[in-house]
């Protein structure tokens, strides 16, 4: 379901960002397009919000990379190089895709990521300050998210794999989910 060359085409240069971003996004374009929602309106690409949640793909991602970057070549380092993360590329592929201009956000490094998203999706909707959002949670099989899910206590998160799930919120209904 996710593999990211049957859901863009290379030219769009998808294939090269990080693995949880691509995850994110098809979630959420399998979810709009369940909806039929983004079809033919084009005043929802102003009027629809992207939350997105993830774990490891956020903060202690790209602190890594910073690190890593400066311990080896610290003149050749580069911001651009670190902040190739999955919690913020999946709204920004999932925007391109549908066309969508209006608010977008991203909850990272933290296990309630993917729930804070939907409950900010949630009270936009019900401020009515947009007519739809779309909230993400996803995160992939990474080595520091097994990392961390060893040394949390009182878990069990053997057999971690790439997962990923999308509500697309409208007013006063779940328009659709995956």
Known sequence: ????????????????????????????????RASGLFDGDPAIGRDTAILSGSWIAGAPFATGAFCEGLSKQPPLFLPSMAFNNGSHLGSIILARRLGLVGFATNYCGQLASGLQALIAAGRLIRRRAVRAALALSYDVEHPRLAEIARRLPKTNLSGLRDGAGALLLGQDQVIAEF
């Open 1 to 32: 379901w996710f593999e990211s060359d049957a859901w863009f085409d290379r030219s769009e240069g998808v294939w090269e960002m990080n693995r949880s971003g691509q995850v994110g996004a098809i979630a959420g374009i399998m979810a709009a």
